[in-house]
């Protein structure tokens, strides 16, 4: 069993980045990947961590990426710290990340709602923040009464809190992976809104950009969907991969490896996705 979907606080879960190779050890995992958003400097942390449990670490991230007139996430594998196209890339969108922090706390701030930026990076370990720590400060001083209000009431489209993010697109994330020297998979692909009709279609196009699997396995699918999502991914010839998509606090209920309890990613999806990149 491995999982291939967790956060750390470098981005926006909430355990340090040391912590996720022990859970996942714990879980049963015999490899496990960090893929926080837009960044790579919790990974040599993890290694060392890793190690000692004796469990194998996948580096990577998650990119937010534009694509047809909506958003999708990609996750970027076997890519970590150093120089490459991707990690530069990277320098960029955290770069914009800081800017979006400003105007969310300035927004937040002209709704009536004072946040400094001391705080949020108070609640962000001192790096990574965003959204779900803005959320949990929310809900700290009683404004929401959960981390979910918080997101439908202040930080999504429309809403007093809400400010845009600079996205890539699922074909330039490909590219600068494979010019790193990793692989990108489609995460959590029920996220693109497509019913079964057009989810098809959609993985096709994804997969001509470059796109070598999807993230199949999922903590919050049925077992019914991951199966459908699996055998679809067989068809268009891309690995059915998965994960936890761990966040501690910040999602409740998911545990790594497990995630609500009946997850179980095989660990015949990272030995295909080497092989993809070996291609």
């Known amino acids: 069993m491995i999982d291939l979907h967790t956060h750390s606080s470098r981005s926006d879960g909430s355990d340090p980045p040391a912590a996720i190779p022990g859970l996942a050890a714990a879980a049963g995992c015999t490899a496990v990947a960090l893929t926080d958003h837009d960044r790579l400097d919790g990974l040599d942390e993890a290694a060392g961590a890793a190690r000692s ?28 710290p150093g120089e490459g196209a991707l990690q530069d890339e990277l320098v960029r969108l ?33 790096s990574g923040a965003g959204r779900p720590h803005v959320a949990a400060i929310l809900l700290r001083r009683g404004v929401v009464s959960s981390l979910q209000e918080a997101f ?17 697109g699922p074909g330039d994330a490909a590219r600068l992976a494979l010019a790193s ?43 019914e969907e991951r199966l459908e999502l699996a055998r679809l991914a067989g068809r268009l ?22 995630g609500l309890g009946d997850l179980h990613v095989p660990a015949g999806a ?6 993809r990149r070996a291609d």
């Open 53 to 80: 449990v004796g469990i194998r670490l996948v580096e990577g991230c998650e990119l937010s990426c534009t694509w047809a007139g909506g958003s999708c996430h990609v996750l970027a594998y076997f890519v970590g």
């Open 94 to 126: 955290q770069q914009d990340r800081a800017q979006r922090n400003e105007a969310m706390l300035a927004a937040l701030g002209a709704a009536g709602v004072e946040i400094t930026a001391e705080e949020l990076d108070a609640e962000a370990g001192g």
């Open 152 to 168: 439908d009431d202040w930080l999504t489209p429309g809403k007093p809190g809400y400010v845009r993010k600079a996205r890539l």
């Open 181 to 223: 020297g990793g692989v990108a998979v489609l995460a959590h692909p029920h996220t693109l809104g497509l019913g079964p009709a057009g989810l098809e279609p959609a993985l096709r196009e994804l997969a001509e950009l470059g796109l070598v699997g999807v993230e199949a396995h999922y903590a919050r699918y049925t077992p």
């Open 237 to 258: 010839d891309l690995v059915a991969t998965g994960g936890s998509d761990y966040h501690g606090t910040y999602k409740p209920g998911l545990a790594v490896g497990t």
């Open 270 to 275: 990272l030995e295909a996705l080497e092989a």
